[in-house]
């Protein structure tokens, strides 16, 4: 019997949701494709690592994600509500 956490069963349903959306483009293997901006007009499209998604911060994306647009994403890809400039300096430290 094991213990499921909350973040760790929505970062799934993302990446599943990701990787089907992805498969068709340039992403390689180990990588998604994420949409980052706070408007339509200027999300700008990020290959990440999926390892991206055990970090807690990204996690509170993902769950900020969720609030805004569900499980429906408008770029046909996973698109996170987030200012760019913002997004970058975070990804920086995952590294």
Same mark, same amino acid.
């Given at each position: 019997?094991?213990?499921? #956490? !909350? *973040? %760790? #069963?929505?970062?799934? $349903? @993302?990446l599943r949701r990701a990787i089907l959306t992805s498969m068709a483009t340039d992403v390689p293997? *180990?990588? #998604?494709?994420v949409y980052v901006g706070e408007n339509q007009t200027t999300k700008k499209r990020y290959v990440v690592p %999926?390892? @991206?998604? =055990? $970090?807690a911060t990204f996690q &509170?994306?993902?769950?900020?994600? &969720? &609030?805004e647009n569900g499980f429906v994403h408008p770029m046909g *890809? #996973?698109?996170? !509500?987030? =200012?760019? &400039?913002? @997004?970058? =300096?975070l990804t920086a430290y995952w590294h």
């Open positions: 019997m094991g213990i499921r #956490l !909350p *973040g %760790v #069963l929505r970062a799934r $349903q @993302f293997k *180990g990588h #998604l494709a %999926v390892s @991206f998604l =055990n $970090q &509170e994306l993902l769950s900020r994600a &969720e &609030e *890809g #996973l698109t996170i !509500p987030c =200012n760019e &400039e913002l @997004f970058i =300096n």
